[in-house]
């Protein structure tokens, strides 16, 4: 079992940067693969970044790709998501969730979900 506990949400402007945390707590979180998904208002749930248990592979959503970064420091039991040049329609709350399996971009392949944490993107 893990625990998930996201922090790092907020309102911006449109350009800014955030870095969202996931914090884990439970089994240590090098034995799980780890992914950020999205949901915005009305809309269903999606991928935005995976990442393996060593780190040493990731995965980005396309419509993300080269202003997101995630990351991870097991040390700490702890993932990131570095999200630059920040868009509206970047605006959801934002939840990371762990898997047993390896990286996965499928949102029915992850077993434990935190809360989300808000972003608010203004333009």
């Known amino acids: 079992q893990v625990l998930l506990v996201e922090s790092g949400g907020g309102l911006v402007q449109a350009g800014d940067s955030l870095r969202l945390s996931c914090a884990t707590s439970?089994?240590?979180?090098?034995?799980?693969?780890m992914g950020w998904f999205r949901q915005a208002p009305g809309k269903d749930r999606t991928f935005v970044a995976g990442?393996?248990?060593?780190?040493?592979?990731?995965s980005y959503a396309d419509s993300v790709e080269g202003r997101f970064t995630i990351s991870r420091d097991n040390a700490k039991n702890t993932v990131y998501l570095q999200i630059d040049s920040l868009k509206p329609e970047d605006t959801a709350v934002y939840y990371c969730?762990?898997?047993?399996?390896?990286?996965?971009?499928?949102?029915?392949?992850?077993?434990?979900w935190g809360q989300g944490t808000q972003v608010t993107v203004s333009s």
């Open positions: 969730a762990a898997t047993s399996w390896g990286m996965a971009t499928i949102r029915s392949i992850y077993s434990y």
């Open positions: 439970g089994r240590t979180s090098g034995t799980y693969a």
């Open positions: 990442i393996s248990r060593s780190g040493g592979i990731t």
